[in-house]
């Protein structure tokens, strides 16, 4: 019996450390993929960076003045002014829309007594 448990217990271990060794790569790979991600996450956040840059100099208000200004003759574009604004009142605002009772009910109850000044 005891060769038995001896042999069962070595490939026991061999088993482990073929799990073991298997389990070693397998948390190397996973590691080196989480780096490759968070390299480009981090070339993706710098290239994002570099976007807004260029957003905010390509909407300088001067030069956009100066592109209406230029293109004036097929664009048309003026600058706002405040009367092309309207008020709150002239919004059309839809009326609610109530739900329609067919058979009213008649809400008897009583009535709450007046307080009495003590």
């Known amino acids: 019996m005891r060769p038995v448990l001896y042999v069962l217990t070595f490939l ?3 088993a482990l450390g073929f799990w073991a060794y298997r389990e070693n790569y397998a948390t190397q790979a996973a590691l080196k993929n989480v780096e490759g991600l968070q390299r480009q996450i981090a070339d993706l956040r710098e290239t994002l960076s570099v976007q807004r840059a260029e957003w ?11 592109l209406a200004t230029i293109n004036f ?8 002014l405040p009367g092309q604004f309207g008020t709150p009142s002239q919004i059309a605002y839809p009326a ?17 007594q007046p307080e009495s000044d003590l």
């Open 12 to 14: 026991a271990v061999i």
């Open 56 to 66: 905010a100099y390509l909407n300088r208000p001067d030069r956009l003045r100066e």
């Open 96 to 112: 609610p829309d109530l739900p329609q009772i067919d058979m009213p009910v008649d809400i008897q109850g009583i009535q709450p």
């Open 73 to 80: 003759d097929r664009l048309g574009l003026l600058p706002m």
